[in-house]
């Protein structure tokens, strides 16, 4: 079953995802990340401590986990969708 994720995400991160340079996500593997998820991104300024306005969904096409990642982490391959 596909499941939605709020996550919080950095302006610097968001705008990169936005314009095509940032194809995927490290992640802390304490959700059940799973291929076929929507990642619902939600920019958060780190600065005021606060939600902005924007956000975006992405889609995870391939998670990369295990001896190739730091432990507990996760390396998803992300498309961003329509939204």
């Given at each position: 079953?596909?499941?939605?994720?709020?996550?919080?995400?950095?302006?610097?991160?968001?705008?990169?995802?936005?314009?095509?340079?940032?194809?995927?996500?490290?992640?802390?593997?304490?959700?059940?990340?799973?291929?076929?998820?929507?990642?619902?991104?939600?920019?958060?300024?780190?600065?005021?401590?606060?939600?902005?306005?924007?956000?975006?969904?992405?889609?995870?096409?391939?998670?990369?986990?295990?001896?190739h990642v730091i432990?507990?982490?996760?390396?998803?391959?992300?498309?961003?969708?329509?939204?």
């Amino acid at each position: 079953m596909t499941q939605t994720h709020e996550l919080k995400i950095w302006p610097e991160y968001y705008n990169a995802i936005l314009d095509g340079r940032k194809k995927f996500e490290l992640r802390k593997a304490d959700r059940n990340f799973k291929v076929g998820d929507y990642i619902h991104l939600k920019e958060w300024e780190p600065l005021n401590e606060k939600y902005t306005e924007r956000e975006a969904l992405v889609r995870i096409t391939y998670i990369l986990e295990g001896q190739h990642v730091i432990p507990g982490y996760c390396l998803m391959s992300i498309e961003l969708e329509d939204y």
